[in-house]
């Protein structure tokens, strides 16, 4: 099936996008937002409460200091292995503000996908809600790249906790000077005809896919 779709001169001249020469992500999407009054809308819903754009704000500016802080630098990666819930564009966004790169993978997947997922990517910390810990307890020793764990929700234990970290962080920090063509976040296709194939996204692909689609397709404005 092909899906045929006219664009009239208007919309044919906004599928050019200009960025300037530094561009990040995560602060289009949220400088954007705050910027045109919604500081107060709310923009997530999960089971424990519902959030503003200014509470996102803040948890990713602490997410991103709390990073930091642990000496992860722009460009290496981070895995994300969280359920829904604010903790997870706090961390998806919060790294991509720091010009950390974000490798969100699926809940259900096995220890040995998990095992190959973290060598293959290298990643310097794992971000994992406390429900899906025991899949990875297994494979977590001799990981090669790996130097923090960092656990979403659950009670304190071995590893530190996400809310405990952006908790001690600053509310301000200043985006990584990135640019449009620089890596913002990978995704791990199924594998289906072998292992995971880790694929690369750019700071450019979300805004491109929120004017190109979202926005003409879907008819969502904000």
Request: proline share 5%; glycine share 8%.
């Amino acid at each position: 099936m092909k899906l045929a779709i006219d664009l009239d001169a208007e919309q044919t001249s906004s599928l050019v996008i200009d960025f300037p020469q530094l561009y990040n992500a995560a602060a289009d999407l949220i400088d954007r937002n705050l910027a045109a009054g919604r500081a107060g809308k709310i923009a997530v819903h999960d089971d424990n409460g519902s959030y503003s754009y200014g509470d996102v704000a803040e948890r990713v500016n602490r997410f991103a200091g709390a990073l930091t802080g642990l000496g992860v630098c722009m460009e290496q990666r981070i895995l994300l292995c969280l359920q829904d819930s604010i903790d997870f564009p706090t961390a998806f966004l919060g790294a991509i503000k720091a010009g950390i790169v974000p490798v969100a993978v699926n809940t259900l997947l096995t220890a040995k996908d998990y095992d190959f997922m973290l060598r293959d990517s290298r990643v310097h910390v794992l971000v994992v809600s406390a429900a899906l810990l025991d899949s990875f307890k297994p494979i977590l020793s001799g990981q090669p790249h790996l130097k923090h764990i960092i656990v979403s929700g659950g009670e304190p234990g071995d590893y530190p906790r996400l809310a405990d970290l952006t908790a001690a962080a600053s509310p301000k920090f200043d985006a990584a000077p990135t640019g449009c063509d620089d890596v913002c976040f990978w995704l791990y296709s199924s594998g289906s005809t072998g292992s995971p194939k880790g694929t690369v996204h750019l700071h450019s692909s979300l805004i491109y896919t929120a004017e190109l689609y979202a926005k003409p397709i879907l008819g969502i404005e904000e």
